[in-house]
């Protein structure tokens, strides 16, 4: 997808959660320039899609970092929206951990690579620990996958950014996901895709 498609979908999204009353609409910070989300990324190693960069151009998260409020949910319920550097901090950080515990020489080889966090996964929500993340391996692709990464899982099925926010609108649409009165997430299992939909959009709900 394009940077356009992408950024005219995040702003359809922000606009529904300002009619809801989501006070997270409040507190997303300005984008980046492209020139920033380039120096930032290349910073960490990492060269971002035009869906990625999209993202952190739309908004720089609703906070710097991660570890900043983390317990204030954010665009999605019991999640976290950090700024670039702080995603690009956190996704790192996950790469080393993940190999360290698997080898000694982190190099890929072999299927089980595809289960541990690479180096150019960039987290784009997280909600501790299994985070919604965007694959950048190839940039220059029309657009880049997202999937939510699970340990020793890896991401699971895979879909476009475009798509996914199509997702948080049916979980609204469909009252998987809630603003409760006092303008707080919540979400009603009763409610989840079920077997009707099919696993893939159960693991993309989200």
Partial sequence: ????????????????????GVPVVD???????RQQVDQISGEFGVRLSQDAAAYWMWHDGDRERYEDDRLVPSLTPFSVFSGLRGALERSALMH?????????????????????????????LDNGGIPLTMDCTEPGADDSPTGIYAPGEGLGATISLTERISWWHWALDNGYWLVTSD????????????????????????
Avoid: C
């Avoid at 997808?1 to 809801?20: I, K, N, P, S």
């Fill in 1 to 20: 997808m394009t940077a356009a498609e992408v950024t005219q979908a995040l702003v359809g999204f922000e606009a529904r959660l300002r009619d809801l």
């Fill in 27 to 33: 507190r997303l910070r300005p984008g980046l320039s």
């Fill in 96 to 124: 080393r951990h993940t190999w360290t515990d698997a080898f000694e020489d982190p190099r890929p080889w072999g299927p089980e690579w595809d289960v541990h966090f690479r180096a150019q996964y960039v987290i784009l």
């Fill in 183 to 206: 303008k707080k997430w919540d979400i009603d299992l009763t409610r989840a895709p079920g077997q009707l939909v099919g696993l893939h959009v159960r693991d993309n709900a989200s």
